[in-house]
């Protein structure tokens, strides 16, 4: 059940939702209007430049998909179990996509698109982090499906079903994490332009330097 995750994932999924918000709201200001940190769209147009011969921005788009795949398999290389326990190299990953998006920041600035793979794939390792535990999927990139369970989930309290006022206080925590970010994104690029990278990729450091400490001294949680 939710009840078993523990308290800090909450806290973890907001923070995390609000950073891939913020570097998503970047990406449709800034890489042709593109989103980074969900693939539907990316796919959409894909098809789309395809159907048209648009082969440059279809190879452009197929790049950003697989990226973003790649980012996903660093993840799962690095996380080994669905179990959500402190030791399993979240900070590493975390550490990563703080690189991620640094070199998606140094690509931009210098006129490269490559910079949007970079970003793509900081969104596809950060949506990896999250595990399936106890019956509790939390995704921190997009909130499509998070909107979708939450629901099915008022639609069962309209059957006479009890809410489940912890996973509902989670997703809800994603989704205003993510608004959050988004607005938060906006209001950096129109200060810094690509420079805006700079706060998620900060908040990605401080997070895994946080996560460490924390788990050198809860080693009785650790794997």
């Known amino acids: 059940m939710i009840s078993k995750l523990p308290k800090w994932v909450e806290i973890g999924a907001f923070i995390l939702a609000l ?37 440059l921005d279809a190879l452009h788009l197929l790049g950003v998909l697989l990226s973003f795949l790649v980012g996903s398999g660093i993840a799962g290389f690095l996380l080994h179990s669905s179990a959500l326990k402190l030791g ?22 210098n006129g490269s698109g490559y910079g949007h793979f970079l970003a793509s794939a900081a969104c596809g390792l950060q949506n990896a982090l999250a ?19 939450l629901g099915i989930m008022f639609g069962r309290v309209l059957r006479g ?23 938060a994104g906006a209001w950096l ?20 330097l ?3 400490v924390y788990s050198h001294r809860n080693p009785e949680l650790n794997d």
């Open 88 to 109: 399993r190299h979240y900070d590493t990953a975390l550490f990563i996509e703080a690189g991620l998006l640094l070199g998606a920041l140094w690509l931009l600035f």
């Open 131 to 149: 595990t399936t535990y106890s019956g509790a999927i939390v995704r921190t990139t997009h909130v499509t499906g998070i909107f979708t369970d």
């Open 19 to 55: 950073v891939a918000g913020c570097v998503n709201a970047v990406g449709l200001l800034s890489f042709e209007h593109q989103a980074v940190s969900h693939l539907s769209g990316t796919a959409t147009l894909l098809g789309a430049d395809l159907m048209h011969g648009n082969s």
């Open 210 to 212: 946080t996560y460490r």
């Open 189 to 208: 690029f129109a200060q810094m332009t690509f420079a805006a990278l700079y706060v998620p990729s900060a908040i990605c450091i401080l997070l895994a």
């Open 161 to 183: 079903e009890a809410l489940d006022k912890r996973k509902a206080k989670l997703f809800s925590l994603i989704i205003i994490g993510f608004i959050l970010g988004g607005l």
